[in-house]
């Protein structure tokens, strides 16, 4: 295993690179990835796939032990490890992937976040069958919430993605219908590079555009405006899961609709006469799903009116 610290490879590895290309490149931005970091490592290392592959990791400067300890695990394995160390407040989300992507040896560039953790040993394997179909530029795939998160996230998941898998394959064929159609430009560009991949050669075309969020929904739709497809890969699947604080919740239901409004022109705020009646009612499904399904609990009920009062407040 050769692990490569900061911003340049020795010139001998660059070398090595150009002669021994590999099939698949992992990319991991991390700062203080804990023992998140770790799981998501220790099923890489798991994967069972016959070609030949690799893992990047970009750092910012980490301050727990994680990134020795990601090493240290790497060391025991036969995947190469490379890793990245810059400046934390030079770290953005599309510039810092591409500049990980650009030491890379891969084919196929897979995108996963520290705290995406591969469901299981095929998840690298599926990902990878989806560019069978030459038409695919990139592919995102399923997220499960993580064992200890309220269930309702879970079922906000499973709603979410079983409506991404009624278009497995995104192209448009229809321009006029594509820009009138507002929720279905949304299921179109819709990406999330903390389960993802894209073609080597596309991304040369494409790289991820340089924001501080949102990069992979920006890149999707850059993607299929230029006449790509992507896909939706419903078996290749990651542990990802988010379950805020208010005061987080508050903050990322800002940037989010922020960030919408600035790129893709949707204006995502409620009209303050119906933001009561939205709430209400959306606890009160809430409420009726975990009767139905045998899952109340206070826990459940207080995460309900944290989501619903914060990501419908701005």
């Given at each position: ?249 508050c903050v990322r239901t800002r940037i989010e609709k922020n960030f919408f409004l600035k790129n893709f022109g949707y204006d995502l705020k409620i009209d303050r006469s119906k933001l009561l009646p939205i709430i209400f009612n959306n606890i009160k499904n809430d409420l009726l799903w975990l009767l139905k399904t045998n899952q109340f609990h206070l826990r459940e009920l207080c ?12």
């Amino acid at each position: 295993m050769k692990v490569f610290h900061g911003r340049k490879v020795p010139r001998w590895s660059k070398k090595h690179s150009l002669l021994n290309k590999v099939k698949a490149s992992i990319i991991i931005p991390t700062l203080n990835g804990g023992n998140l970091l770790l799981k998501v490592c220790e099923a890489l290392i798991r994967q069972e796939f016959q070609d030949s592959w690799e893992v990047i990791i970009i750092d910012s400067q980490s301050s727990d032990n994680s990134i020795k300890q990601t090493i240290e695990l790497f060391n025991h394995s036969n995947i190469p490890l490379k890793l990245i160390t810059i400046n934390k407040k030079d770290f953005q989300h599309g510039r810092s992937r591409n500049q990980a992507i650009k030491e890379s040896r891969g084919d196929i560039i897979l995108l996963l976040t520290q705290d995406a953790i591969p469901a299981n040993k095929n998840w690298l394997k599926i990902m990878i069958q989806s560019f069978d179909n030459t038409q695919v530029a990139g592919v995102f795939g399923r997220h499960i919430a993580h064992d200890n998160h309220p269930r309702l996230i879970q079922r906000d998941l499973d709603n979410h993605f079983n409506r991404m898998n009624e278009y497995p394959i995104r192209k448009i064929e229809d321009l006029i219908k594509y820009n009138n159609e507002i929720s279905l430009r949304q299921i179109f560009h819709f990406f999330s590079n903390n389960n993802s991949a894209l073609r080597r050669k596309i991304w040369n075309k494409i790289p991820f555009p340089e924001v501080d969020f949102g990069e992979d929904q920006t890149w999707a739709k850059k993607a299929i405006e230029s006449g790509n497809s992507i896909a939706y890969q419903h078996d290749s699947i990651v542990f990802h899961s988010h379950d805020f604080s208010f005061i987080q919740s508050c903050v990322r239901t800002r940037i989010e609709k922020n960030f919408f409004l600035k790129n893709f022109g949707y204006d995502l705020k409620i009209d303050r006469s119906k933001l009561l009646p939205i709430i209400f009612n959306n606890i009160k499904n809430d409420l009726l799903w975990l009767l139905k399904t045998n899952q109340f609990h206070l826990r459940e009920l207080c995460y309900s009116f944290k989501k619903n009062i914060s990501s419908n407040s701005f």
